[in-house]
């Protein structure tokens, strides 16, 4: 069994966030992630809720800014919070944030110098959940996911291919169309190489007009989002709605791409994700 | 009037969040602050928390880890998020974190090289009132305090110094009887010289001991704080209890001293200062 190291232990609306650390074989690297396990009646195993964040954060940000432990506790589901990339000395970097150490983008890479490391795809669906499950008691049955920004475009990628997996996705200002975006078609050269059919499996517009999904989507976008030229929510709107679901793909007046967006409708998500996970 | 600088403003749970800055004559010194607004049905002026953040802390600590904006917008309170000292190259600093920038102990210093810059007492309960009052619709009549550690040792002290203008005051793990603890007497000496009566005036324990308050207390303390023995919260304990209040100092079990002790208890805060505070 692989070892875990706890970097941190915090009592948290009666449940404990955990940070803890573990020698990655994907990453080549140590990972750190966080996960939050509420406190709980019964002896039943709790349902898990991915949360995957955005460009320059780590495990931390959603953990301390989105406030999900509140509703997570009322619910009674679990939520992790993995890294955004592989990190450390060893591990290659570029000067811009938006690609390198905390700008994994959730896939596999292909490419040097990226691929010893920058194997975020596998990491979180394979490594992570086997790390997750034989540790915590947790309903492998009872998955969902949801993220922020780059941590959407994952989220949303994760879910579409792994379907019997993840029951439900939402998103909060995804990338919503990489192979057509600045936020995507750079960092797909890098990881991947010059433009394939490998790129379309990371892209989440086309991956739900291809294959569609038979789980539940749920996205908010803040129309005074700051980068909705990068995130080009339209295609993706398109493809959401096509799927008439109902009132899946919401524009929300007046926010921004902030915590302070994602933390207004943190309630929302968590409450629309557990009542599919118990369904 | 006094010009006030917009550095960002987001949409939050329906109101707004916005950091501004200000030249300050008490600081001298560009100061920075938060200040959450919540959407409001009616007209009438809006009541005000003040929020006091720790060691370390900026004004944006409690703003983005508390979760109090969505109490304030449920309760249409305004919250004000002062930074913890002056900043800046033209100011004093310590190498040691819990002195010099970021470290002000909401004290009106009088020695150098600290007295021309640190000024908290008097940059928040004059100098800032003035600006918030002339910028915002804000009641003047309904004003409460509130803080976390050092803030919480500030929040009492003006509280207790000021009871006409602080209806409540609540604390998270507050800073309890500095005159006594390594948190106090180390900075008392720093900011105001060899002991005196003037330490007196910014310990918590003795002001409520000799002068009491009229006004509502309420204090968390988690047992499983790391700093226990630098908070001393055993003075302040006795005292509010010979108030006879009821319960109103609390140790919350298992909690640590992090936000994910503050944002646990938050709800509570924020309703029971709205109950004073519309009385």
Redesign the interface.
């Known amino acids: 069994m692989v070892e875990m190291k706890t970097i941190a232990e915090?009592?948290?609306?009666?449940g404990t966030?955990w940070v803890l650390s573990h020698q990655s074989k994907y990453c080549a690297c140590d990972m750190t992630f966080g996960i939050y396990v509420p406190e709980k009646a019964g002896s039943s195993k709790l349902p898990l809720i991915w949360y995957l964040s955005g460009l320059t954060c780590t495990h931390e940000n959603a953990m301390?800014?989105s406030?999900i432990?509140?509703w997570a506790s009322e619910k009674e589901v679990a939520v992790v919070f993995p890294d955004t990339s592989p990190r450390g000395e060893g591990v290659p970097d570029d000067p811009n944030f938006d690609l390198g150490q905390g700008a994994g983008f959730y896939i596999d890479s292909k490419k040097f110098p990226w691929e010893k490391n920058f194997q975020m795809w596998s990491y979180i669906l394979k490594e992570l959940p086997e790390l997750i499950f034989s540790n915590f008691h947790l309903d492998e049955k009872k998955q969902s996911i949801m993220g922020h920004s780059m941590g959407g475009l994952g989220a949303l990628n994760m879910a579409f291919r792994n379907p019997k997996v993840f029951k439900a996705v939402s998103a909060f200002a995804p990338i919503s169309n990489p192979t057509s975006g600045i936020w995507g078609r750079k960092q797909f050269e890098s990881y991947l190489g010059i433009e394939s059919e490998l790129w379309e499996e990371y892209d989440p517009s086309i991956l739900l007009e291809k294959r569609g999904y038979p789980g539940s989507i749920l996205i908010d976008q803040?129309t005074?989002d700051d980068f909705l030229d990068k995130l080009m929510p339209e295609s993706l709107e398109k493809q959401v709605n096509a799927r008439k679901q109902g009132n899946s793909f919401r524009y929300q007046e007046?926010?921004?791409h902030?915590?302070?967006?994602v933390?207004?409708f943190m309630k929302d998500h968590v409450f629309w994700h557990e009542k599919i996970l118990n369904k």
Do not use: L, N, P, W
């Not at 915090?10 to 009666?14: H, I, P, R, V």
């Not at 902030?258 to 967006?261: L, R, T």
């Open positions: 915090s009592k948290c609306f009666e966030q301390v800014k406030g432990q509140r803040g005074k007046g926010y921004d902030s915590y302070f967006f933390s207004t």
